[in-house]
């Protein structure tokens, strides 16, 4: 099986987005998807164009990552959405580095300290939002 089996890369917009397509390995990642990812990624360095790349996988393993996603803490989902917007406008390094700035942010929060405590006390946590 070659590379371009293992990984779609699709532009849309301003964005790439790269679809793991090993569904019958849920998704897994091999050698082969790997080096494909690091090529698109590379490429996506070297494209003006591109200012955000998304990865995903296909399947059914995606409504779970969902429902997983929409389970999580409401300021980081509201935070991850702010921080996409804001990647439209940036160069792909600007962008990295707003990301990471983003990420830092969200470790200050209330939710994040709830977070790590209901892992600590292997509960869930309980958002507050904050």
Known sequence: ???????????????????IDREQR????????????RLAL?????????????LTGVGDRL?????????????????GLYTLKQFEAMPFE???AFAESQIALMALT??????QQAFRDRRRPLWSGR
């Open 1 to 19: 099986m070659d590379m371009e089996q293992h990984l779609r890369v699709e532009r849309r917009g301003r964005v790439m987005w790269l679809i």
């Open 63 to 79: 409504g779970t990552l969902l429902s997983q996603i929409l389970d999580k803490s409401p300021a980081a989902i509201r935070r």
């Open 94 to 96: 600007q962008s990295a």
């Open 26 to 37: 849920r998704n897994a990642l091999d050698r082969a998807t790997i080096e494909a990812m």
């Open 110 to 115: 209330d939710d994040a300290r709830e977070g």
């Open 42 to 54: 590379v490429a996506a360095e070297a494209d003006p164009v591109i200012h955000a790349v998304v």
